[in-house]
């Protein structure tokens, strides 16, 4: 059986910020995303070549003022992100991609060899005040997944890393952000931990009735960095069903930087050696800072999969981690809609 390769994290090429500090909103052309001799680390035919069945794309926005001007500029860029990755299939990418919004779309699209594109937000800044516009984002634009926070402190929760101001803010989550949870767990959005706050992380696990996970996250105990989750953590996921994909880069995977794909596959032997092989999986960062030695870009992606079964894995572990653990908490997603429609 072929092996399903889903990059749980890979940003799409963006603009950060306006000249005035404020998230940038304004389309980037995607067309690279369909060529192969290009700088952009994620393409399709990079995808194709490192036999990567699954990306899922990010809205990243990065985090500004909590004004009204910020939040009015972060919600303009994660729908034009989110519009710019709808536009690249019909533009650029007819017959060797799909936009899929669903656990069989995914499935459908890779068993006729197309590279299956999910739409997913990194932090929750741009819903500002108003849990409604997960609804929104999921019905609108197929968002499976959305980080709560980014590098800094939003309405809805602390944040792991913070570059001005007070160390935490609402000590955790906000009773703003236990309610987006709640309309997240309702619309089959996964709630997403990576660059929450350890606070944060905990009480969203408490929080939500579907299994959290982290997209893009690797181990405190072999990399002490606050964006990495600790063996504390690691086992409240654990105890939820959870997920901890873990990522190419460099600075989580080393201290000080310089990670290699061996250092990847320690951080996932460790993971499956305390909690289990069934609550870790691979994601890569690309176009956001990820990219090591060994996997520096998706046409290099199956060497993770052959680094696993150096280290010892079977192939039934080497699936799980590589993709299936992924599908089954997005269809474990998919099936709390339907509870919740009932």
């Not at 741009?126 to 929104?136: M, N, Q, V």
């Not at 280290?311 to 572990?317: F, I, K, R």
């Not at 699936?319 to 509870?339: F, P, T, V, Y």
Request: with cysteine.
């Amino acid at each position: 059986m072929p092996i399903l390769m889903i990059d749980s994290h890979i940003d799409i090429p963006w603009n950060e910020k306006t000249a005035e500090g404020l998230p940038c909103w304004h389309k980037r052309d995607q067309a690279d995303v369909a060529m192969r001799d290009v700088e952009r680390r994620f393409t399709v035919p990079k995808a194709q070549a490192g036999r990567m069945g699954v990306a899922c794309l990010a809205a990243y926005t990065p985090q500004a003022g909590l004004d009204d001007a910020g939040h009015e500029a972060a919600w303009q860029r994660a729908r034009a992100m989110l519009e710019a990755m709808e536009e690249m299939v019909p533009l650029h990418l007819s017959g060797q991609a799909v936009l899929c919004r669903r656990v069989p779309d995914i499935r459908r699209a890779t068993e006729a060899w197309q590279v299956a594109l999910v739409p997913v937000m990194e932090n929750g800044y741009p819903l500002a005040d108003d849990p409604a516009r997960i609804g929104y984002l999921a019905r609108r634009h197929g968002v499976r997944y959305m980080t709560l926070t980014h590098n800094g402190h939003n309405l809805l929760a602390d944040s792991a890393v913070v570059r001005q101001g007070p160390a935490e803010v609402h000590g955790g989550l906000s009773a703003l952000g236990r309610e987006v949870i709640g309309e997240m767990n309702r619309h089959g959005v996964l709630v997403d931990v990576s660059h929450a706050s350890r606070k944060t992380m905990m009480q969203a696990v408490d929080a939500s009735s579907v299994p959290v996970f982290a997209s893009h996250s690797c181990v405190r105990a072999l990399c002490d960095h606050p964006r990495n989750l600790d063996d504390g953590q690691l086992d409240a996921l654990k105890a939820s069903g959870g997920l901890i994909q873990i990522t190419a880069m460099g600075p989580f995977l080393r201290r000080g930087g310089g990670g290699t794909l061996k250092d990847f596959v320690e951080h996932v032997l460790y993971v499956a050696r305390r909690i289990g092989v069934e609550h870790v999986g691979i994601s890569s960062d690309f176009d956001g800072g990820g990219g090591i030695e060994g996997w520096q870009d998706a046409s290099e992606t199956h060497h993770v999969s052959e680094a696993l079964a150096v280290a010892g894995l079977d192939a039934g572990e080497i699936r799980a981690i590589c993709g299936e653990n992924m599908l089954r908490l997005l269809q474990r997603a998919e099936d709390k809609i339907s509870k919740c429609q009932t």
